[in-house]
């Protein structure tokens, strides 16, 4: 419970969920120019052939609709971008005329990217033909038109990716697996040192150590050294463990020491309150299970609850897990001690909160 099944439910969870939750999407488009025109080349030559050597799609030349359509139809493609027979003769002509996207029932993502650049593409071009034809440039001459769209710059860069900073930072699927086991069972790693007074009362061992000739503190201090002891090491031994079979990467490693140790802290008060207010070892594990896994899941441990956003993610900030994920995130992305004190002092709330009442109730178990 402490230190065999935390590892194992993270190795099988960035095994079996890696792929779902990696970041490097491999989308295949096709593209099918019927009008073999000036302007499918730019397309196919200036925005597809770069992404493609961004590494963003897989670019696949089809030769008509129909084998673009069965393509999709395989499987083989995500999506497929149509430039209809006569595209270009419209355009230089001032007719409408419309490029076709076919998206994939299977891959809503690969049909979401197809669109948005066939439509980036198409505004690019209205806005070049007619700053063209403002210039009183021929826009049915090819060899002008490429003049213009040259100078205009519109050949270039047509399609363009910028990377913005994420205002909040989310582990990578590995490290968050890892860091979700590591405060989800320190909880139930906690919860021996306080059912075990309450058993050693029922059994009528404690009123043996009670009247023992040592000060009666004594008796709940050894329990929570050796919870505390217990909790510390199970965390150390899923964190080194997590970064040696599959890579989870932590951060500043002072920083994660801090959160760990809140993190037991905060489990022991929680779960000792929770104890203290049933009567039996079996009422006590069944209270603190379904707090354990109450906080866990709400909390964000088994999925990123701040993606959902809204009440959820407001509510998921009264447990520790939340603080803690949080914590993790910012020095995964390079963070200090420095950059977690809020999140550290939100857990050690909870530590303080709970703790006070809990081991104040729990002294009560071992007074003469």
């Known amino acids: 419970m402490v230190f065999v099944i935390p590892v194992a439910l993270t190795l099988i969870f960035s095994q079996t969920l890696a792929g779902v939750t990696g970041s490097s999407p491999e989308l295949s488009i096709a593209f099918v120019d019927t009008d073999n025109s000036e302007i499918g080349i730019v397309f196919r030559d200036q925005v597809l052939k770069n992404l493609e050597a961004d590494g963003l799609i897989v670019l696949t030349v089809a030769a008509d609709e129909e084998e673009a359509t069965e393509a999709i139809s395989a499987g083989n493609v995500d999506a497929a971008i149509v430039f209809p027979s006569g595209f270009a003769g419209s355009i230089y002509s001032g007719l409408p005329e419309e490029i076709l996207v076919i998206h994939n029932a299977n891959s809503f993502l690969g049909s979401l990217v197809a669109d948005a650049v066939a439509g980036s593409f198409a505004s690019e071009l209205n806005t070049m033909i007619v700053a063209a034809e403002a210039a009183g440039v021929d826009v049915r001459d090819a060899a002008v038109l490429a003049r213009v769209s040259s100078e205009l710059a519109l050949t270039q860069g047509i399609v363009t990716i910028d990377d913005f900073s994420a205002s909040r930072k989310q582990l990578d699927s590995t490290t968050f697996y890892s860091a979700g086991m590591a405060i989800f069972f320190v909880f139930f790693s906690v919860q021996f040192g306080i059912t075990s007074l309450i058993e050693e009362r029922n059994q009528g061992t404690l009123p043996r150590l009670v009247a023992a000739p040592i000060p009666s503190w004594s008796i709940l201090a050894g329990k929570v050294l050796s919870t505390f002891i217990i909790g510390v090491l199970s965390m150390a031994v899923l964190i080194t463990a997590s970064t040696l079979m599959v890579g989870a990467e932590w951060g500043n490693p002072v920083g994660v020491a801090l959160l760990v140790l809140l993190a ?45 956003g809204g009440l959820i993610e407001k509510i998921s900030l009264l447990t520790p897990h939340a603080w803690f994920m949080r914590g993790l995130s910012g020095l995964q992305s390079g963070g200090d001690l420095g950059d977690v004190w809020i999140e550290a002092s939100a857990i050690l709330v909870f530590a303080l909160l709970t703790g006070a009442i809990g081991f104040a109730r729990a002294q009560k178990l071992v007074s003469p």
Not at 267 to 296: D, H, K, P
């Open 264 to 308: 037991v802290l905060s489990a022991m008060g929680i779960m000792t309150l929770v104890a203290t207010v049933t009567r039996t070892v079996e009422q006590a594990g069944n209270a603190q299970a379904i707090v354990a896994v109450g906080m866990g899941m709400l909390g964000g441990t088994f999925f990123p609850v701040a993606q959902i």
